[in-house]
């Protein structure tokens, strides 16, 4: 018992040191690409690289864990958002988050695949398009989106959004780009 | 005189030859991809693969050729719908053709490129920037497309709807895709 008490401590304290290794790997990825070295992330961290090898034996180790990571929240998200009072606005909602959320992703996909790991494995399952399933059934039930599309139409603008919102130069441009599409998927600007 | 007379039929004749092959050249690129080789082209022309090469003395030449005449093409319709009556419609027009226009004109870009040819010189100076300016405006002056958007969002959206018509896998999903970016481009969509 003693043993397992004296451990516990330890445990936690080594989880949170994870954790916050992972939310600074996340940001310094998200603010430099996915060039960013270990020992980058380990000094915005403030600890040394040794520690960051405990955690995350390698490179592909640490971006592996930010891309589940950043699958769970969007997971966690839909699944919050599945259950909301206003499904028009939870609809929208993760649209948008999931535009913001995919250039990255696909970064560090990319850069996955190349390093040879399985990303479609690492991904444990999560798929979009189940996430929306529910969530664009919900609003157009609710009457805030179209009914006259699925979820096809759905992925083909969502991958369409993160394509625009790339190759626009501004925030306000890239905010007013995301802004039509959710304002065409609306049931008011149905013209069908 | 007599020369010009007797050369003017030919010359004429010559033209015909050179527009039919770069038709047939244009359905072929289409049909089977950039890779299509001249010989096909003059099997498809009912032609002899020397009357292509008189024409075209390369299969580069023959692709630039269809370049050109395709963003002769838009430069056309574009200039055209200008003045249309229903500014609104014109404008909804030209971003339908320039999406479906899109993926076929970049694939022969891509293997211009490829092939050591200066694209942007052979454009010729037209940009769809441009021609979208005059129509984004008369539309919006026409109360028909929503005011809070400018050409850095419709070259975004363009980019986008193409992306997303490539990924969307029938012809139905496809169109419905593009329409829901038209729905939100409407003045009456405008939430802002």
Redesign the interface.
């Known amino acids: 018992m003693s043993t397992a008490d004296s451990a516990r401590p330890l445990r936690a304290d080594a989880r949170r040191n994870h954790d916050r290794l992972l939310e600074v790997a996340d940001t310094v990825f998200a603010e430099r690409g996915v060039a960013a070295t270990s020992d980058e992330i380990a000094r915005a961290a403030g600890v040394g690289i040794g520690t960051v090898f405990r955690h995350f034996p390698t490179k592909e180790a640490l971006l592996t864990a930010v891309y589940q990571a950043r699958l769970q929240r969007l997971a966690g998200r839909a699944a919050e958002l599945a259950t909301a009072d206003d499904p028009g606005a939870a609809f929208f909602d993760y649209f948008r988050a999931v535009v913001e959320q995919y250039g990255q992703k696909a970064a560090i996909a990319d850069a996955l695949v190349e390093a040879g790991v399985d990303v479609r494995a690492e991904a444990g399952g999560f798929r979009f398009r189940d996430a929306f399933e529910v969530l664009l059934r919900r609003a157009q039930e609710a009457g805030a989106v ?1 009914r ?2 699925g979820v ?2 759905l ?3 969502l ?7 790339e ?4 925030e306000p ?2 905010a ?2 995301v ?8 049931a ?5």
Chains 1, 2 share one sequence.
């Open positions: 179209r006259d599309i096809p139409e992925i083909a603008l991958v369409g959004a993160t394509r625009a919102v190759h626009a130069d501004t441009v890239r007013r780009t802004a039509i599409v959710l304002d065409g998927l609306r008011s600007a149905s013209h069908a």
